[in-house]
């Protein structure tokens, strides 16, 4: 990332404040050596007794952050032995300045004390950064394991991130952040349903000629539960109690130098940027090719489509992530026919621009990431941009990185809250989302044969993102391995005449269609007939079956639904029973759920259809969640009863 | 398939070539659609390319060339993400190379591997066991890895032995094998359901033999309920004569010659403290009991010291000390095992340290050589004798799990070594005996509560599940029960390990939905458990019922009131070579009683007899979909 630092001249600074470990190192009550379980959490493998963290800007020669660390861990249960080793990211250290570490075991009443040699940390290289990791010798479940150390990082922008929770309970959890007060860092703290407590002293300090205040700011927290996945929630850096830190800008006298922008400032920031707006800049020799892509073409929304497809086909996407691109001109882009997310989406913004198409980036920060703190920008936390546009009053957000998505549909990854347009004259927030969800519809139509067996001729509709499954599934099996890989997947049905549609016309709706005969669908008596109408299509679990939900539930997109049915009867039945109607509905149609059945003289119809429209349900809707789940997943499972015609018994034996 | 060598490439081959391995294909690359289709079929990954080359010139040394690149397709195959390559003072690994190519073939430059010395040991070991860790970093499935290395052997095994598959859910495009091996060094060959047969060119000095299989499917042939799918491995064993480790020489014609050299390489070192002797025999007291004897010192190991992984064949095949293992309180199989033989020697027990595999097939018995990669301990006595597992903390005395069972195993004797085998423990004893109460209201919920009691073998799951957590308990019974809703008000599991493995669970759950409402009926399925699967009606194989077993279930169904049964299944009984089976369904009063009995006896059968096997369980799974209905009265 293109540094925003510039550098300043300060003398050496004073002594101040430090923080220090609230507990002695090896001090371990009696009372947690003999703890069998931790009282808030009676399944908890191993819990943190404290955690400990300081982290103090120290102003030199150089900007480094001081990094202090002190913990100390119970473990509980035999899985709590995994968490007996560590894995710590020192920048470019290659070593902690101190170090100690040791385990502590009750062994006949007595204490004992199991050192770590500091010649057992293991050191890992990848570039330039180093990873240091250690594992606590003699633990086993009762151990009480504690480590203290002391390493200098260079990352003055984001100070040092903390995590409140981890995924063992913290019975307390403290850290301080010590800086002088000229600079100015804004604080994102993600807290969640943590109650943190912040305060704040101060100190003055000198340095070199100017008298300014030495902060230290402290964050506390007790009993912080375990974080515990759940299913479908955000991603754990959105969830994940913490704060973090990026360096706002510098309080001088008489002056405040901005290091990092407002969002309102941020456009021109980047565009500023020789490796964002310079690169879309220098784009006159991409006239003659968009030319030869768009020309004769009708209309913007075909062009569009065209410059889409032209770089799908031409740039392959290398996976790399962040907003700024590696190079200064995108000759090289084509060149080398591969780029970052940056590349490949701002080349496209440069090309739709060159086409007289309105266009301009947005950049976000995906799913995986967590959203953006709403009220002040935190540049780091961009990592994707995409592509907006706008033609005849619609607008259209866009990513070129994927041949299988057509140009308005941005992967799952991006539909997370809003981005920013980044535009010289009018940056705004935008919505991340087109009109991407799942989109499945099935269609059977069945006739029952006199072997009690069904036979149906099925016809599936895929669009949106479920139509994208499908294409990447046949882009790695092939047809032919799609239509094994289906087969195998219901093994005792007897499967023929499969036909595609659209696999290849990227915007439109997939149609599969095949024929399929399905033996263990009917159930008999003597006199009854008994048939799920949902066949092998159904769901079958509700997913949300914990009686507490912690997090907020969060789907990646919206899901549309529908099926229908026909079975024709044989003559010598008659219809018993159908399932009855249904209609359900979340509150504000955050999602619906429609069934009806009906029949007619050798016929039954059926349908239903299921659409969430909501992705974001808050844990005080859980219940109604759950209940609404529960229920439409039980209809799903309603039968059709056939009985037998009197006449008919005595003939069929 | 003829392999054909020119002069010129037989130079090459001291020079490392692996394109031309098989001559007249160009270098595979590492496009995914290169992969022939039929290779991607239920496989998560696919090998693109496996190859060593040895080259051996005296018994005492050997140098290796190996390539491996692997297409990973998914997330279920991430494992392929870390590599470890183990060596130690004998051993040297150099010009590690890995790299990373996506789905294109394209090699990611600025995708880095890490690759890691790291020791293999914990805790101030002052051994040298080490191994390569090389990482590859996350992407976007599909992408393919690649790992190229040189390896020397000193005084170590010379040979290696072959396996072209190692994973049921990895297709194989290439794999194989080639040791040029000067004349004069005697070897031995195993060979088995090869494609290709072993290419051989005779050179003035030496011979080169080239294995080389390819196009082998990933196996998607899950095993069902006890029925174990027996498909053709091509294997490929190779074993010297003689060979050189630590300086000793030993040789490998019999099990006899192989067992001694490991009884003289790992003897004396048996002693422990004259303080833990003296425990032992307060521990002891004033048992004469042999049996008891052995279980007590057991049941003390098991309490004082714990297992760390350090895989047998590295860093020498010997012990650490007797007195190691008394002062840290770990050890790996080898020096456990040895430990508690110490222990033992101190009462005036004599018992063997023993090798096993631990692989899910049994050695070839008939192919003298290491083929082993565990240690147990073997205690004789004058009546039977007792099996110890010295690694586990948890199994119940002379108990060494099943899947140590039934095999042949080298018994390390002061007269060399023995070849005998462990008890089958998927024969003897193995039941499940199920006791089920469900209520089952007007509205369509029930409340299930009962027991489950395993004995014998089928004890070694419950019990691993009962050290778990509270998530992998709740899978377990997820996996038991064929309702998929269900919350749980109460489980808890209860072991008695005096007289045989055995293990209860009781619990409580209740369901919504239980059963199917119609206006006028109910209908439901009166088989509690998770149905069996229909046999697939796929090409016929060899296959074995896997173990023996009983399984007896009595669950009783209380009805809701103002409901009658308008039918209910008839009985079923039958019984074949493959087992017997019979289903009983009564009412009495307002309770609908279901009984099932199956027996199962563990034996291999012929592909011949697959259809009759089909006819014997298809069937079967038939019933247990089969349902009840009431009628509103």
Not at chain 1, 50 to 56: E, I, L, Q, R
Request: with cysteine; hydrophobic share 35%.
């Amino acid at each position: 990332m293109k540094t925003f630092f510039i550098s300043l001249l300060f003398m050496l600074f004073t002594l101040s404040l430090s923080a220090q470990s609230p507990y002695p190192f090896g001090t371990a009550p009696r009372s947690d050596m003999e703890m069998t379980s931790y009282p808030q959490d009676e399944d908890a493998a191993a819990v943190y007794l404290f955690d400990w963290g300081s982290a103090k800007l120290i102003i030199g020669e150089d900007y480094k952050v001081n990094v202090e660390r002190h913990f100390r861990i119970k473990i509980l249960k035999p899985d709590g032995l995994d968490y007996a080793s560590f894995k710590i990211d020192a920048g470019d250290r290659s070593t902690f300045t101190k170090f100690k570490a040791s385990t502590f075991n009750l062994e006949d009443g007595k204490i004992v004390e199991s050192p770590l040699n500091k010649k057992d940390i293991f050191k890992e290289k990848t570039g330039n950064y180093y990873v240091l990791s250690f594992a606590f010798p003699n633990v086993k479940v009762g151990s009480v394991i504690e480590c203290s150390y002391t390493i200098t990082l260079g990352n003055v922008y984001s100070l040092y991130p903390w995590n409140f929770q981890h995924s063992i309970p913290v019975a307390y959890s403290e850290f301080s952040a010590i800086f002088p007060g000229v600079f100015r860092y804004k604080v994102d703290g993600h807290y969640g349903n943590i109650k943190v407590n912040f305060n704040r002293t101060e100190k003055s300090m000198i340095i070199g000629s100017i008298s300014t205040q030495e902060l230290n700011c402290k964050w506390t927290a007790g009993n912080v539960p375990a974080f515990e996945p759940e299913i479908y929630m955000a991603s754990e850096a959105e969830l994940l109690s913490r704060v973090e830190f990026e360096l706002d800008g510098l309080d001088l006298p008489g002056v405040y130098e901005s290091i990092t922008p407002t969002y309102e400032k941020l456009s021109q920031k980047l565009l500023d940027d020789e490796n964002f707006g310079g690169i879309l800049n220098k784009s006159a020799f991409l006239e003659n090719l968009v030319q030869s892509i768009t020309s004769g073409l009708p209309d913007n929304i075909t062009k569009i489509k065209a410059i889409h497809k032209y770089i799908t086909q031409n740039v392959k996407w290398n996976e790399a992530m962040g907003i700024f691109s590696r190079n200064t001109s995108f000759k090289t882009v084509l060149k080398n026919q591969s780029g970052s997310v940056a590349d490949v989406n701002l080349l496209f913004v440069a090309m739709l621009q060159k086409a007289g198409i309105t266009s301009c980036p947005v950049v976000l920060s995906t799913r995986e990431n967590g959203s953006l703190n709403p009220y002040f920008a935190i540049v780091s936390k961009f990592n994707y941009v995409i592509a907006y546009a706008k033609v005849d009053e619609k607008e259209f957000l866009m990513d070129a990185t994927n041949e299988f998505r057509p140009f308005n549909e941005l992967p799952p990854e991006c539909l997370n809250g809003q981005g920013r347009t980044i535009h010289p004259r009018m940056s705004k927030w935008i919505s991340l989302y087109n009109n991407e969800q799942q989109f499945d519809q099935v269609s059977v139509n069945a006739e029952l044969n006199d072997n009690n067996e069904l036979l149906c001729n099925v016809q599936r509709y895929y669009g949106s993102y479920s139509a994208y499954i499908i294409r990447k599934k046949i882009q790695v099996l092939g047809k032919e391995g799609y239509i094994a890989y289906l087969k195998n997947s219901n093994g005792n049905n007897e499967y023929s005449d499969f036909a595609f549609q659209n696999l290849d016309s990227i915007g439109r709706s997939i149609i599969i269609s095949y024929k399929v005969k399905i033996k263990g669908a009917v159930q008999t008596t003597p006199e009854l007939s008994i048939i799920n109408p949902v066949l092998f299509f159904a769901r079958t679990e509700n997913p949300f079956l914990a009686s507490v939900r912690k997090y907020p539930i969060d789907f990646e997109s919206p899901e549309n639904e529908v099926y229908t049915l026909t079975i024709q009867i044989p003559q010598h039945y008659t219809v018993e029973e159908i399932p009855s109607e249904l209609n359900l509905k979340l509150e504000k149609n955050g999602a619906v759920f429609n069934y009806s059945a009906s029949s007619d003289d050798g016929s039954i119809s059926l349908k239903y259809r299921f659409a969430r429209k909501e992705t974001h349900f808050e844990v005080d809707n859980y219940e109604a969640v759950k209940e609404f789940y529960n229920k439409f997943i039980k209809k799903q499972s309603d039968l059709i009863i056939l009985k037998k015609k009197d006449n008919a018994v005595a003939n069929i034996q | 398939m003829k392999l054909k060598y020119t002069k010129n490439l037989i130079l090459l081959l001291t020079v490392i070539n692996f394109s031309n391995m098989k001559a007249g294909n160009p270098t595979p690359t590492y496009a995914v659609s290169n992969i022939p289709k039929a290779l991607l079929l239920d496989a998560n990954a696919v090998v693109r390319t496996d190859q060593m080359i040895q080259t051996i010139d005296k018994i005492s040394e050997s140098k290796s060339h190996v390539k491996q690149a692997i297409t990973i397709l998914n997330e279920k195959a991430s494992r392929f993400r870390f590599h470890s390559i183990s060596y130690d003072a004998y051993i040297k690994i150099s010009n590690i190379k890995a790299n990373v190519y996506d789905s294109n073939g394209e090699l990611v430059s600025n995708a880095r591997p890490s690759i890691i010395d790291a020791s293999g040991s914990f805790d101030n070991l002052a051994t040298d066991n080490r191994f390569w860790a090389i990482t590859f970093p996350v992407r976007k499935y599909p992408y393919t890895i690649e790992i190229e290395y040189e390896q020397t052997n000193k005084e170590r095994y010379i040979f290696e032995s072959w396996q072209f598959q190692n994973d049921d859910d990895v297709a194989v495009e290439q794999s194989g094998a080639q040791i040029s091996i000067k004349k004069g060094i005697g070897f031995k060959v195993y060979e088995k359901d090869l494609t290709h047969p072993c290419d051989t060119f005779t050179l003035e000095d030496r011979t080169v033999y080239t294995w080389q299989e390819e196009n082998i499917p990933a196996k998607k042939i899950e095993d069902l309920l006890m029925i174990s799918f027996q498909s053709k491995k091509p294997t490929l064993h190779v074993a010297p004569d003689e060979f050189t480790m630590n300086g000793m020489n030993g040789s490998m014609k019999d099990w006899g010659s192989i067992g001694k050299f490991f009884y003289e390489l790992n003897k004396d070192r048996d002693n422990i403290s004259p303080e833990l002797q003296a425990k032992l025999k307060q521990l002891i007291g004033s048992t004469t009991d042999k049996k008891e004897i052995i279980r007590i010192i057991y049941q003390y190991l098991q309490k004082n010291t714990r297992y760390v992984s350090i895989q047998l064949g590295i860093g020498g095949f010997q012990t650490l000390e007797a007195s190691f293992v008394e002062k840290k309180g770990f050890g790996d199989c080898k020096a456990l095992s040895n430990y508690m033989k110490a222990m033992l020697k101190s009462v005036n027990i004599p018992s063997y340290v023993t090798y096993i595999s631990s692989e899910k097939d049994d050695i070839i018995a008939s192919f003298p050589s290491d083929q082993f990669d565990h240690v147990i301990l073997c205690v004789p006595l004058n009546q039977d004798t007792v099996w110890l597992e010295c690694t586990n903390q948890s199994f119940p005395f002379n108990y060494l799990g099943s899947s140590n069972g039934n095999k042949h195993v080298l018994l390390l004797t002061e007269n060399g070594g023995k070849l005998v085998k462990t008890p089958n423990y998927k024969s003897i004893n193995n039941t499940i005996l199920s006791n089920f109460n469900v209520n089952i209201d007007f509205i369509g919920n029930a409340t299930v509560k009962g027991t489950i009691k395993y004995k014998g073998a089928s004890y070694e799951l419950p019990k691993a599940v009962m050290i778990s957590d509270k998530e992998t308990k709740e899978q377990y019974l997820n996996s038991i029960f064929a309702s998929p809703n269900f919350s749980v008000k109460n489980l808890s599991f209860k072991e008695d390990t005096r007289s045989y493995p055995s293990l209860a669970i009781n619990c409580e759950l209740t369901v919504r939905d239980y059963v199917s409402k119609t206006p006028k009926r109910i209908v439901f399925n009166p088989y509690l458990f998770e149905p069996s699967a229909y046999m697939p009606k796929k090409e016929k194989m060899d296959f074995m019922i896997a173990y023996s077993q009983t399984f007896l279930d009595t669950v009783t169904f209380n009805l809701p009131f103002g409901y009658k049964p308008e039918f209910i299944p008839a009985p079923l009984k039958h019984q074949s070579q493959f087992g017997n089976f019979s289903y009983d369904f009564n009412m009495v009063q307002d309770k609908l009683i279901v009984t099932r009995k199956f027996e199962f006896m563990e034996k291999k059968f012929t592909r011949e007899d697959y259809e009759g096997c089909i006819d014997f369980f298809n069937p079967l799974a038939s019933t247990e979909r089969q349902l009840v209905v009431l009628k509103k009265e």
